[in-house]
């Protein structure tokens, strides 16, 4: 047992030093240079690292760490900070508007994939990645519908390389149709992109505000997980009703379950909005967050493989672009008509 974990700390330490290194550079980059902020000069700095001379293996476990772990603990203590009245801030049209977001999405996705000649497993990964948490729902929607590895590797980095020129992209179109407006930035950012690394990364990029509240917009996305693989099950093996019901109690028992830092985030919040965490310990949690935060963005920047941008094919990479801008669009769309 002793033994596992240093080795697993002995696999997790370079890469995440690295990130350190980077994030540490940044926060002090960023006090030179605020309007672009510690945030932003993490992501561009571990893209250049990463890509230059930082790629090598022995880095990556420490950078996936980085991202996933780090980043997830940094959501939980974010809880720590916001009541259930920031939490209400985005109302039941905001929920609604969600829904919306992802069945068009889920719809539009499938009808795509089948115009471009892509096959029924590879669409249904496509569209429960990009509809609610990238790289996660294609991992839990993969075994309900009996898709391959090399289907599921490929979806993994289509939705990827997508979110990572999305996370890019809708901060400059919020500020130009909306000119940063909280909600409708926040609804963009989170409605749309693909990872929660990526929502934390662009909010991020426009302020603390929208950085929170697109996070609460993603995690609204999160918890209809469990609806859309089941729903996907169904409509794979609706003629065999056996079958259904062995995969979907196989996805309950391993694959469908509420990420935990979801959970841990509500019961923050819950307990900040009970006044039972004092304004001093949340400020702590919130500066404890910042600093993991940044460190998560440094990692997501390392991991960014530009060559990957580069060689997607011709299908492929149109499949992406068309999700992409029907997201965009029916993001505008929805909440013009709702927000």
């Given at each position: 047992m002793g033994r596992?974990?240093?080795?697993?700390?002995?696999?997790?330490l370079p890469g995440l030093l690295v990130a350190i290194m980077v994030a540490i550079i940044s926060m002090f980059l960023g006090k030179f240079v605020p309007s672009l902020g510690a945030a932003s000069i993490a992501i561009f700095l571990g893209m250049f690292v990463g890509n230059i001379f930082l790629n090598q293996k022995v880095f990556q476990s420490g950078y996936k760490y980085s991202e996933s772990d780090l980043l997830s603990y940094s959501i939980v203590l974010l809880g720590a900070t916001l009541s259930i009245s920031t939490i209400s801030e985005i109302g039941f049209s905001g929920v609604v508007f969600i829904i919306l977001q992802m069945t068009v999405t889920i719809i539009g996705t499938i009808y795509i994939g089948k115009k471009l000649g892509f096959g029924e497993n590879f669409r249904f990964l496509m569209a429960?990645?990009?509809?609610?948490?990238?790289?996660?729902?294609?991992?839990?929607?993969?075994?309900?519908?009996?898709?391959?590895?090399?289907?599921?590797?490929?979806?993994?980095?289509?939705?990827?390389?997508?979110g990572?020129?999305?996370?890019?992209?809708?901060?400059?179109?919020?500020?130009?149709?909306?000119?940063?407006d909280l909600l409708h930035t926040s609804g963009?950012?989170?409605?749309?992109?693909?990872?929660?690394?990526q929502v934390v990364a662009s909010g991020a990029m426009v302020n603390e505000g929208v950085k929170d509240l697109s996070t609460i917009f993603k995690i609204v996305r999160i918890i209809f997980l469990v609806f859309v693989v089941f729903s996907f099950g169904h409509i794979k093996n609706k003629n065999n009703k056996e079958i259904i019901n062995e995969e979907i109690e196989e996805v309950e028992e391993k694959k469908i379950k509420v990420p935990w830092y979801v959970i841990g985030f509500f019961i923050m919040c819950g307990l900040f909005s009970?006044?039972?965490?004092?304004?001093?310990?949340?400020?702590?949690?919130?500066?404890?967050?910042?600093?993991l935060e940044i460190i998560a963005l440094a990692a997501i920047g390392l991991r960014v493989n530009i060559k990957d941008l580069i060689k997607q094919g011709k299908n492929a990479s149109l499949?992406?672009?068309?999700?992409?801008?029907?997201?965009?669009?029916s993001a505008i769309v929805?909440?013009?008509?709702?927000l």
């Open positions: 596992n974990i240093m080795t697993k700390i002995k696999d997790i429960s990645g990009n509809a609610v948490c990238g790289s996660s729902a294609i991992a839990a929607t993969a075994p309900v519908i009996d898709a391959k590895d090399d289907e599921k590797g490929i979806a993994i980095t289509i939705v990827n390389v997508t990572i020129i999305l996370m890019f992209v809708l901060p400059a179109i919020a500020k130009f149709i909306y000119n940063n963009m950012i989170g409605g749309i992109l693909q990872s929660v690394g009970a006044h039972i965490i004092p304004d001093s310990l949340s400020a702590m949690c919130k500066e404890i967050s910042h600093v499949y992406g672009l068309f999700v992409g801008l029907l997201q965009i669009v929805l909440m013009a008509v709702l």
